[in-house]
């Protein structure tokens, strides 16, 4: 055998081996390669500074809530794709005038969707002191980032402006300050609009 044929062998040797990969890793029919998203995405963060819920009560002297107060509300729409979740841990980083405030609420009994929704307070006079002796207005958050974290295991992270992934990482933190739904007046609102907060105990 000349080396012509040499030649000729290991190229058909070749394409044999290429064709046979080629079987065995194709997708089935129906089937896409294409990699989907995770189980849990972030798909938008929202601020807004709301006034304190009034509520009548007749019961005792009213004292109104002051309409210069206001509170910070950050809300966080994601999309579920199990079923059912027992648990989820969501993350909150809020860069408030140079002052990095973080906080955490536990959700439980989370159903599959596009439009679950988790939510966090931070209170008038929080604001007033961090804010430096300056009007509190919306542009005082200078960024929000939020993580929603399963088991201890980052499963998504979006910031409100675009930045450096984990820009948060190398900033002191103030913790203890950002406030879930129920700590606040605003627990017995729109139950229907944002997931199951854990309780204690549970």
Do not use: C
């Amino acid at each position: 055998m000349n080396g012509l044929q040499d030649r000729h062998l290991i190229m058909k040797t070749n394409l044999r081996f290429v064709l046979a990969a080629l079987l065995v890793f194709a997708p089935l029919p129906g089937q896409t390669q294409v990699r989907g998203p995770g189980d849990f995405q972030i798909k938008k963060i929202t601020k807004n500074l709301i006034s304190t819920p009034q509520f009548s009560y007749g019961g005792a002297e009213q004292h109104p809530p002051s309409e210069a107060e206001r509170w910070l509300e950050v809300e966080v729409e994601f999309a579920a794709a199990p079923a059912f979740t027992d648990e989820l841990t969501v993350k909150y980083f809020i860069l408030f005038n140079g002052t990095l405030l973080t906080g955490e609420v536990a959700h439980v009994n989370i159903p599959a969707g596009r439009d679950r929704r988790s939510v966090v307070y931070i209170t008038p006079r929080t604001l007033v002191r961090f804010g430096a002796n300056r009007p509190i207005t919306a542009n005082s958050v200078q960024n929000v980032a939020v993580q929603i974290v399963q088991q201890g295991a980052v499963k998504d992270e979006l910031s409100l402006a675009r930045a450096q992934p984990q820009w948060y990482a190398t900033m002191p933190q103030v913790a203890g300050l950002v406030l879930n739904k129920n700590e606040t007046p605003f627990a017995p609102l729109y139950w229907d609009r944002y997931e199951q907060i854990k309780t204690s105990g549970r």
